[in-house]
């Protein structure tokens, strides 16, 4: 059995719905950084940088960033559609994946912690590195649209959502990105709309976005 820590609202929906979609065995631990509890004490001995999600495995072996854990379940995985069997296209959505980790998860960070980035002590400082980063989240997502253009009703997976999906559709839930490309990218919005309503995935999205307390937005 796999054992999943995360939290509501959190990056561990992604990995959540892709668990739903291999049919595998896992348990959930609702642990956070915020929330100071046994679950966390659970979380922090096989992850010392208390990050979620994390995805403690059969084995032991502890894996971390929401992208690495995609791929693991969609190579563990084959027939559940998270990666495409078509060499080609599973590289574009490998890259995809990355994508999203290595731009807009990073700006994410810098627009929830802003003092984390910048020695200036005052608000207005701080205020400008947020909104310099929310800025670039915002083209980082605009470039993204453009690269993984989609036909009306598909998905970048093709027929049914996969991990790529899974992880766009979080992911661009924070700091404004939805607000954003339903003006500058309205095709992407749709897809993204049409990939939190898909039965595989609404679920598991009601349980996180349904009744969601107070929380990083980019946790």
């Known amino acids: 059995m796999y054992t999943l820590f995360g939290f509501k609202g959190s990056g ?28 966390l004490a ?4 096989v992850n010392p940088l208390k990050q979620i999600p994390t995805l403690l495995l059969e084995d032991g072996t502890v894996l971390t960033e929401s992208a690495a854990i995609l791929m693991h379940l969609g190579f563990a995985f084959p027939q559940s559609g998270l990666l495409s069997e078509t060499p080609g296209e ?3 959505v490998l890259r995809g994946l990355v994508y999203i980790a290595a731009n807009c998860y990073s700006c994410i960070s810098v627009i929830d912690y802003p003092e984390r980035y910048t020695s200036a002590t005052d608000d207005a400082a701080r205020q400008a590195v947020k909104a310099g980063a929310t800025d670039r989240l915002h083209q980082h997502w605009d470039i993204f649209a453009d690269l993984y253009p ?3 009703e598909r998905f970048i997976a093709g027929e049914q959502p996969g991990a790529l999906d899974l992880l766009a559709a979080v992911v661009s839930k924070w700091s404004g990105t ?12 749709a897809l993204l709309e049409r990939i939190e309503s898909h039965p595989a995935v609404a679920l598991v999205f009601g349980r996180h976005w349904q009744t969601l307390a107070q929380m990083p937005t980019g946790a």
């Not at 892709?18 to 509890?37: F, K, P």
């Not at 939805?178 to 919005?189: E, G, Q």
């Open 178 to 189: 939805r607000k954003h490309v339903k003006t500058s990218r309205p095709a992407f919005s």
């Open 42 to 45: 659970e979380l922090e001995r």
């Open 90 to 92: 599973r590289d574009l």
């Open 150 to 152: 989609v036909a009306d």
């Open 12 to 39: 561990s929906a992604a990995v959540e719905c892709a668990l739903e979609m291999t049919g595998a065995d896992y348990r959930i631990v609702e642990a956070a950084s915020w929330e100071h509890n046994d679950a």
